[in-house]
């Protein structure tokens, strides 16, 4: 009887009770030609159902199941039958299950199904005695773990697969990688859980050591930069993670130590152990998180450390609330001006001060260049005002003046000064300040001698600066002062000089916004047509004018 008749002659009644299974069918295997096993399970239990076929694959011998129902055909019974014989689509590996289903065979597979047992398998060793690369495979997808495994068979079965698949040759091509890493990954899987089941042991750890080992191999050997060795890499990463994150804080601890140690004996970089800690932290107390951290800062090259790996340290420190552990033992690179800001700037907050002046110092004799050191300036400023040691302070307001100059800093200084011969002195010195054009500080010169002019009022020697946006900018606090001063010049200067400038063109949107705004509030619709018969005989002149002028309408 074939297996959709026996389905038709269940009672109705089994039938419905199997239908209420058939999600609950799992791993149905066909452990030989015909014979098929799964597990169905019903409610708190699982039931083992043996269902055979006869030699066609098409009829039913005999099924067994063992429930406690005496029903001949049971409901765990059906459920398997109606998977084995469920759908065209639906999936199928073996042979039988797509002839069942009705599937095309492909022409490998009806030739293997007649096919004697002995003759494929005299076949296949004299296949793989010939291919080392599909012996390897075929052995480590069929053998099960032995449950012994040490990191020297780790090392043997990578030097193993890498010779399978390149024979002689010194160096891995690119291309030879997929099938490597098939290899490779097939020994891997079936290792792992007893490799895992180490962790937290000196055992555990020279494992995984040697399958970090075995990827750092394949790197020395490949003649080409390949991703798909830090794809594998960051595959095993994930899968130790994954697993740690499971353990308790002691084991996850111990292993970290251990690895720690144990790179750091090979000369080689701790950025897996950074890495490892960072995904387990959730499981670490943070006495343990912080001694992890510790050891790592005491043994890794500080100087290999790029500003953003440092960066990204501090910033986890911080986050984690381990900064006060742990800021004795962090990197302090002169020349990381970011980094060390905020490493400071934490420092304050613990109360650190004398620390704090003493590293800002030692930075600003290590910087080529005395504008990166404006923001240990600072820091120094602040932190001796809070002293109450004034002139200290003024010492370094005085150094970020003259490299960051603004009104409001001037007058700052000058008003905490305490002579007048010390102020004329200051305010002499800051009058003599030229203004530059192509210099860093144009802008910052330009709003401090603006702001000086205007004390005095001074109004024509602004006016005589007002020659492009930059200055337009600046001028703006005052330009209802400039238009008092001389209305004819300042409209000229507008409309003439601003306009020619090459800074112009890059800002012409917010310029014209600007010109249309001021001109409109402060001139008439005539005086500006003056000024456009005058002086404007360019056509890009007469347009921007004639834009203006339709504002008036």
């Given at each position: 009887m074939t297996i959709k008749e026996t389905l038709k002659k269940a009672p109705a009644n089994i039938t419905k009770a199997a239908s209420s299974l058939q999600n609950n069918v799992r791993e149905c295997e066909e452990i030989s030609r015909g014979q098929f096993s799964a597990f169905v399970d019903d409610g708190k239990e699982s039931y083992d159902v043996g269902i055979q076929l006869d030699e066609s694959g098409l009829k039913l011998d005999h099924y067994n199941c063992d429930c406690s129902d005496k029903n001949t055909l049971c409901a765990h019974v059906v459920a398997v039958l109606t998977f084995m014989n469920r759908g065209e689509k639906s999936a199928a590996t073996s042979t039988t299950l797509k002839k069942?289903?009705?599937?095309?065979?492909?022409?490998?597979?009806?030739?293997?199904?007649?096919?004697?047992?002995?003759?494929?398998?005299?076949?296949?060793?004299?296949?793989?005695?010939?291919?080392?690369?599909?012996?390897?495979k075929f052995f480590n997808h069929f053998s099960s773990p032995t449950g012994k495994i040490s990191a020297e068979?780790?090392?043997?079965?990578?030097?193993?697969?890498?010779?399978?698949?390149?024979?002689?040759?010194?160096?891995?091509?690119?291309?030879?990688?997929?099938?490597?890493?098939?290899?490779?990954?097939?020994?891997?899987?079936?290792?792992?859980?007893?490799?895992?089941?180490?962790?937290g042991t000196e055992q555990g750890m020279l494992m995984v050591d040697a399958i970090f080992g075995f990827y750092g191999l394949i790197e020395s050997k490949v003649k080409k930069s390949s991703s798909r060795i830090g794809t594998q890499?960051?595959?095993?990463?994930e899968k130790l993670s994954a697993?740690?994150?499971?353990?308790?804080?002691?084991?996850?601890?111990?292993?970290?130590?251990?690895?720690?140690?144990?790179?750091?004996?090979?000369?080689?970089?701790?950025?897996?152990?950074?890495?490892?800690?960072?995904?387990?932290?959730?499981?670490?107390?943070?006495?343990?998180?912080?001694?992890?951290?510790?050891?790592?800062?005491?043994?890794?090259?500080?100087?290999?450390?790029?500003?953003?790996?440092?960066?990204?340290?501090?910033?986890?420190?911080?986050?984690?609330?381990?900064?006060?552990?742990?800021?004795?033992?962090?990197?302090?690179?002169?020349f990381y001006n970011e980094c060390n800001i905020l490493f400071l700037n934490q420092l304050q907050l613990l109360g650190e001060t004398d620390k704090v002046i003493s590293m800002c110092e030692k930075s600003i004799k290590g910087n080529y260049h005395e504008v990166y050191s404006i923001p240990y300036y600072q820091i120094l400023v602040n932190l001796y005002q809070q002293?109450?040691?004034?002139?200290?302070?003024?010492?370094?307001?005085?150094?970020?003046?003259?490299?960051?100059?603004?009104?409001?800093?001037?007058?700052?200084?000058?008003?905490?000064?305490?002579?007048?011969?010390?102020?004329?002195?200051?305010?002499?010195?800051?009058?003599?300040?030229?203004?530059?054009?192509?210099?860093?500080?144009?802008?910052?010169?330009?709003?401090?001698?603006?702001?000086?002019?205007?004390?005095?009022?001074?109004?024509?020697k602004i006016l005589d600066k007002l020659v492009d946006y930059i200055s337009l900018l600046k001028a703006e606090p005052y330009l209802k002062y400039l238009f008092l001063f001389d209305e004819a010049l300042l409209l000229k200067k507008l409309l003439i000089e601003i306009h020619s400038s090459y800074s112009y063109r890059d800002n012409f949107d917010d310029i014209l916004e600007f010109l249309k705004r001021f001109i409109t509030k402060y001139y008439t619709k005539d005086q500006v047509s003056q000024m456009d018969k005058r002086n404007f005989t360019s056509y890009s002149s007469r347009n921007i004018i004639n834009?203006?002028?339709n504002e008036f309408d």
């Amino acid at each position: 009887m074939t297996i959709k008749e026996t389905l038709k002659k269940a009672p109705a009644n089994i039938t419905k009770a199997a239908s209420s299974l058939q999600n609950n069918v799992r791993e149905c295997e066909e452990i030989s030609r015909g014979q098929f096993s799964a597990f169905v399970d019903d409610g708190k239990e699982s039931y083992d159902v043996g269902i055979q076929l006869d030699e066609s694959g098409l009829k039913l011998d005999h099924y067994n199941c063992d429930c406690s129902d005496k029903n001949t055909l049971c409901a765990h019974v059906v459920a398997v039958l109606t998977f084995m014989n469920r759908g065209e689509k639906s999936a199928a590996t073996s042979t039988t299950l797509k002839k069942l289903r009705k599937k095309k065979l492909s022409p490998t597979e009806e030739l293997l199904d007649t096919i004697d047992n002995i003759q494929l398998r005299t076949w296949i060793l004299e296949e793989l005695n010939l291919n080392k690369e599909l012996n390897l495979k075929f052995f480590n997808h069929f053998s099960s773990p032995t449950g012994k495994i040490s990191a020297e068979e780790i090392n043997n079965q990578g030097a193993a697969c890498i010779q399978a698949v390149i024979g002689k040759k010194k160096y891995i091509e690119p291309v030879q990688l997929k099938a490597l890493f098939e290899v490779w990954q097939k020994y891997l899987d079936t290792q792992m859980p007893t490799i895992l089941n180490e962790i937290g042991t000196e055992q555990g750890m020279l494992m995984v050591d040697a399958i970090f080992g075995f990827y750092g191999l394949i790197e020395s050997k490949v003649k080409k930069s390949s991703s798909r060795i830090g794809t594998q890499f960051n595959k095993f990463v994930e899968k130790l993670s994954a697993y740690l994150q499971t353990c308790e804080a002691e084991k996850v601890f111990s292993f970290l130590q251990q690895f720690t140690l144990r790179l750091k004996q090979n000369g080689k970089g701790l950025n897996i152990v950074l890495s490892l800690i960072y995904k387990t932290a959730p499981v670490l107390t943070k006495d343990a998180h912080a001694s992890l951290l510790k050891l790592y800062l005491n043994n890794v090259s500080k100087n290999d450390l790029t500003e953003p790996e440092i960066m990204q340290l501090l910033l986890y420190v911080i986050q984690h609330d381990l900064f006060t552990e742990l800021h004795s033992d962090l990197p302090y690179t002169l020349f990381y001006n970011e980094c060390n800001i905020l490493f400071l700037n934490q420092l304050q907050l613990l109360g650190e001060t004398d620390k704090v002046i003493s590293m800002c110092e030692k930075s600003i004799k290590g910087n080529y260049h005395e504008v990166y050191s404006i923001p240990y300036y600072q820091i120094l400023v602040n932190l001796y005002q809070q002293r109450s040691m004034p002139n200290e302070a003024m010492i370094y307001r005085k150094k970020i003046f003259a490299y960051s100059p603004s009104y409001l800093l001037y007058q700052e200084i000058y008003n905490d000064l305490t002579t007048n011969s010390q102020k004329e002195s200051f305010r002499k010195e800051v009058l003599g300040r030229g203004i530059r054009r192509d210099s860093a500080d144009y802008a910052l010169v330009l709003d401090l001698k603006f702001g000086l002019w205007a004390e005095t009022e001074d109004w024509g020697k602004i006016l005589d600066k007002l020659v492009d946006y930059i200055s337009l900018l600046k001028a703006e606090p005052y330009l209802k002062y400039l238009f008092l001063f001389d209305e004819a010049l300042l409209l000229k200067k507008l409309l003439i000089e601003i306009h020619s400038s090459y800074s112009y063109r890059d800002n012409f949107d917010d310029i014209l916004e600007f010109l249309k705004r001021f001109i409109t509030k402060y001139y008439t619709k005539d005086q500006v047509s003056q000024m456009d018969k005058r002086n404007f005989t360019s056509y890009s002149s007469r347009n921007i004018i004639n834009m203006i002028l339709n504002e008036f309408d």
